[in-house]
T-cell receptor
Framework: DAKTTQPPSMDCAEGRAANLPCNHS???????VYWYRQIHSQGPQYIIHGLKNNETNEMASLIITEDRKSSTLILPHATLRDTAVYYCIVGGGADGLTFGKGTHLIIQP | DAGVIQSPRHEVTEMGQEVTLRCKPISGHDYLFWYRQTMMRGLELLIYFNNNVPIDDSGMPEDRFSAKMPNASFSTLKIQPSEPRDSAVYFC???????????FGPGTRLLVL
């Protein structure tokens, strides 16, 4: 079973920030938090990952709570092309990824 | 870099036939992963390699499935004999070092009739 809990779906208006939550209350000290997304009919795409500190790259920001039991992926200015299933995954890094059901994010025009 | 390359992109075969899926990882990556995606089960890890050596094949569904990585730039996933329940999208991914991102190929859409 996946170690994360995500809402099954979310809507966001185009141009707004999309904030995707993830609970991972059983995460262990050496496990990373990864975010991937899958646009329809494509392979999953890496977005960002972090261990303890907040992270930012050209695609998104990752906010991890101090107790590391939850995190939020932020897409600062969502576009229609950001419509996808977003997966929050915890893992040690060397292993394969265990995907849950993810959050289906729909960006509304 | 061209990214992870998979072939064929689509495969339609009849039950009982042998199917071979191919993957070329990103140059320099030392981890290679095979995943399967179905509507019912979602994305599942089948097997992964490190430096061409299989590390964990616990996700391989049964003996009909086998995977090899003869060198750092090529891997195959073989199904023999194929069954209709093997119909799925098969993804290959590669990564460099631990704790790093995995890069997925476009997938092979397999339909077994």
């Amino acid at each position: 079973d996946a170690k994360t809990t995500q809402p099954p779906s979310m809507d966001c208006a185009e141009g707004r920030a999309a904030n995707l939550p993830c609970n991972h209350s059983t995460i262990s000290g050496n496990e990373y938090v990864y975010w991937y997304r899958q646009i329809h009919s494509q392979g999953p795409q890496y977005i960002i990952h972090g261990l303890k500190n907040n992270e930012t790259n050209e695609m998104a920001s990752l906010i991890i709570t101090e107790d590391r039991k939850s995190s939020t992926l932020i897409l600062p200015h969502a576009t229609l092309r950001d419509t996808a299933v977003y997966y929050c995954i915890v893992g040690g890094g060397a292993d394969g990824l265990t995907f849950g059901k993810g959050t289906h994010l729909i960006i509304q025009p | 870099d061209a990214g992870v390359i998979q072939s064929p992109r689509h495969e339609v075969t009849e039950m009982g036939q042998e199917v071979t899926l191919r993957c070329k990882p990103i140059s320099g990556h030392d981890y290679l992963f095979w995943y399967r995606q179905t509507m019912m089960r979602g994305l599942e890890l089948l097997i992964y390699f490190n430096n061409n050596v299989p590390i964990d094949d616990s996700g391989m569904p049964e003996d009909r499935f086998s995977a090899k990585m003869p060198n750092a730039s090529f891997s195959t996933l073989k199904i023999q004999p194929s069954e209709p329940r093997d119909s799925a999208v098969y993804f290959c991914a590669s990564s460099f070092m631990t704790g790093k991102s995995q890069y997925f190929g476009p997938g092979t859409r397999l339909l077994v009739l």
